[in-house]
């Protein structure tokens, strides 16, 4: 018999795998993207793991798990030999598997070999076990041991489980915590935490009395220890700041350069986020939205179950209910246990009912109506979404249908410090900064005011406020008939003015004065594709499409005094061993294109400040209390997109609301209601203690009477007027003008099927 068993081994033994590869141990590890300051936003891979050496390993940690796993680690030689023969004698007399596995034969099971129980397995697990030992030290072994084994909610290692359960790098781990992660290996569900916290707490318990009979810790050490209230990490903190989509956007230029291994070689990408602007964009962004949700009709709630009357089931079927509902954010899932039109009670999963009352029934009131509909009726058993507006009190909302964007950066440098591409990812994984191609209505009007600088406009030429109409003839397609957002017509005003108030028809004669072929040239300096930008009239209504990143990096021209500097996300990308594989080139001003003259930018910045003073986003400088402020609004027409793009000299940032499937937002909401107060909250909390900042006057401008011109189109030489019924300055003779003193425009072809809306919609401010 024993004659037997040692020619198998001698015939098993050569065909084992080679093991010398853990001497120099590199599991998967995943690709992590971090903030500028080395805050986590995301991690990507099949497994979360953070590797750490023995040495890093704190001795707590180590003692815990020798405690409960392998006392005799390093006594033995690889196999406890009591231990399996007791479970030998345990498997046959209950017919179910028992396990005796020191660390080492779970290392060779973990690494090598698959999950199956058999007799055969066991075999193979012992000589695996055998090599390891002779191969490897007694602490490589620990040390892969520890950073190789499942802890559930995808963690591997200790190291690893520590962030996710603890919020805490494993350094900082007390004897509670180390004793509630060494009991996982052995059952990662059945002792998770999260899930099940009361036998992970009887699991921790045991092990604290067996790390007291090994002579790891006192008695007293024990008792201060199960004392101690286990604080798991907030579950709101796995959001990682709600920086998801620029997450995404690094792991996607990733894996475009690297392949499907990024996700395994433990890539480290570092970015330009900054924690406290993206912290400030998110709050910006929710709170923007969800002030619009509150005018909006209740949509009825998400969801509706039954209630059993068994309490042991209706809170069984309350949970399973909330689990498939999952809260978003600050927008808590609940059930309605009551509902009247003066009380509603509702519960979550701690079931602690909660009462609401007054104004926070106010967003729901339809739903408590008698005459509500069957699918918006507030009635027990519906799922709905609560919101803590104080210590006190709360409020019934609905997770929003409508959509949004913010992204900031810096026009020095590029640098992204913010972005936010949706309301919520988990609902639209869709990046609205990168990928939403929208119209952007007033907010593209500087551009066009840009070119005409260079044609002899000034702030102070009279434009006038007067109506336009454009035959089918003059078109080549439908008759046009443009008209301001009020309806409204003011007369002759200054170009100052009228770009404060937003006025249409004084755009469109200043893209006359410019030229739709030369504006469509012209814009393409700030980063605009002339494609998407037809050589229409509807060009100085913002009619063509943008994205919202693009908006942003066209105002930084102007914010940084006229260079076109590429928005910058990754600035670094290291190994697994801190060795650097990328960094981005550092970017100036000195080495960043010139799109646009100095005295252009300064200028323009001249008219985008006095917007935020007396025009249609004067609520900047009113609230945040300071004139270095500059930026335009933009609704386009129904109000189906509401925009705000603006800078103070240091940080440029843009907002974007709009339904995903374009539809009208209100009758009575504009750019200036709805995306401005999202820039204001960002920038209140961005320009804490900023100095106030002003640009100096470049060379090649004037002052003449308190008014900046170009020094060749001074007073007496620019041009003065447009649509006063003069011929058009600088016009060629026998240029045929129409009776608004403006030349006739060439036909332009008429617009195909998928250009229609774009060269029909007219916009307001």
């Known amino acids: 018999m024993l004659i037997a068993i040692g020619i198998a081994l001698a015939v098993a033994y050569p065909n084992l795998p080679d093991v010398t590869g853990l001497a120099d141990y590199r599991p998967k590890l995943p690709l992590r993207v971090l903030a500028d300051d080395g805050q986590l936003l995301g991690e990507f891979g099949e497994e979360r793991r953070n590797l750490l050496t023995i040495d890093e390993i704190p001795d707590v940690m180590k003692n815990a798990v020798l405690a409960i796993e392998d006392a005799r680690f390093f006594e033995h030689s690889g196999v406890d030999y009591r231990g399996m023969v007791r479970a030998a004698l345990a498997n046959l007399r209950e017919a179910k598997s028992q396990g005796a596995s020191t660390i080492t034969m779970q290392v060779a099971r973990n690494v090598y070999l698959s999950a199956e129980k058999s007799y055969t397995r066991k075999i193979y697990e012992v000589l695996l076990t055998f090599k390891l030992e002779h191969l490897l030290t007694k602490e490589q072994i620990l040390e892969i041991y520890m950073n190789q084994i499942f802890l559930g909610q995808r963690a591997y290692g200790f190291a690893s489980a520590s962030q996710i359960y603890f919020g805490k790098p494993l350094k900082d781990v007390t004897i509670a915590e180390a004793a509630v992660l060494a009991g996982l290996p052995q059952a990662p569900s059945a002792y998770n935490p999260v899930r099940n916290p009361k036998r992970a707490q009887a699991r921790q318990r045991y092990i604290i009395d067996r790390m007291v009979e090994n002579g790891f810790i006192t008695p007293a050490q024990a008792a201060e220890a199960k004392a101690q209230p286990i604080k798991l990490r907030q579950p709101a903190r796995e959001e990682h700041m709600a920086a998801e989509f620029a997450a995404e956007m690094a792991r996607q230029a990733i894996v475009a350069q690297y392949g499907e291994a990024a996700y395994t070689r433990g890539l480290v990408v570092t970015t330009t986020i900054n924690t406290k602007a993206q912290q400030a964009a998110y709050r910006a962004v929710r709170q923007g939205v969800l002030d619009y949700e509150r005018r909006q009709f209740y949509r009825g709630p998400e969801l509706f179950i039954n209630l059993p009357d068994d309490p042991q089931q209706r809170d069984q079927a309350i949970d399973e209910a909330l689990a498939e509902r999952p809260d978003n954010g600050d927008l808590l899932s609940a059930v309605v246990l009551e509902a009247s039109p003066r009380k509603v009670v509702v519960v979550r999963q701690d079931g602690d009912p909660i009462e609401i009352t007054g104004e926070g029934l106010k967003p729901v009131q339809s739903g408590l109506s008698d005459k509500a509909g069957p699918n918006i009726k507030l009635r027990p058993g519906a799922v709905v979404r609560v919101v803590k507006v104080d210590d006190k009190s709360w409020r019934i909302t609905q997770v929003p249908e409508v959509e949004s964007a913010f992204v900031a950066m810096d ?281 106030v900042t002003t640009y100096e006057a470049p060379p090649g401008v004037v002052n003449v009477g308190g008014e900046w011109y170009y020094e060749e189109f001074v007073p007496g030489r620019g041009v003065h007027g447009l649509g006063l019924g003069d011929p058009w300055p600088g016009a060629p003779n026998g240029t045929p003008v129409d009776n608004n003193g403006l030349p006739v425009p060439t036909p332009v072809p008429a617009p195909q099927p998928d250009e229609r809306r774009s060269i029909l919609n007219l916009f307001r401010n």
Do not use: C
Not at 452 to 477: C, H, I, Q, R
Not at 493 to 503: E, G, I
Not at 527 to 550: C, E, N, R
Not at 558 to 587: C, K, M, S, W
């Open 411 to 691: 026009p020095r440098n590029g640098r992204i410090a913010a972005l936010i591409g949706g309301f919520d990812f988990n609902k639209s994984k869709f990046n609205h900064v990168t990928q939403a191609w929208r119209q952007p209505g007033s907010s593209f009007k500087p551009f066009i005011y840009s070119a005409a600088l260079e044609k002899g406009l000034t702030p102070m030429t009279v434009v006038n406020d007067a109506p336009l109409f454009y035959s089918a003839t003059e078109t080549g397609g439908k008759p046009w008939e443009p008209k301001n957002y009020d309806g409204q017509f003011e007369g002759p005003m200054s170009v100052r003015r009228a770009l404060a108030k937003s006025k249409n028809m004084v755009s469109i004669r200043v893209l006359q004065l410019v030229g739709t072929q030369s504006a469509q040239e012209w814009v393409t300096r700030f980063g605009f594709d002339a494609d998407k930008h037809p050589a229409y009239l509807t060009m100085a209504l913002g009619a063509g499409s943008v994205t919202p990143l693009q908006m942003v990096s066209a105002y930084s021209v102007f914010a940084n005094g006229g260079h076109r500097v590429a928005p910058l996300l990754i600035t670094r990308v290291t190994d697994a061993r801190g060795h650097v594989l990328y960094e981005a080139p550092q970017t100036t001003l000195d080495n960043a294109p010139r799109a646009i003259e100095p005295r252009n930018a300064f200028i323009m910045n001249n008219l985008l400040q006095e917007i935020t003073r007396s025009g249609t986003a004067a609520r900047a400088q009113a609230t945040l209390k300071r004139p270095d402020l500059y930026g335009k609004t933009g609704t386009t027409n129904d109000a189906v997109d509401a925009w705000f793009v603006g800078f103070q000299p240091t940080l440029a940032a843009g907002a974007w609301i709009g339904y995903d499937t374009p539809r009208n937002l209100g009758s009575r909401e504009t750019g200036g209601g709805l995306a401005l107060p999202i820039w204001i909250s960002f920038m209140q909390e961005m320009l804490k203690g900023v100095p």
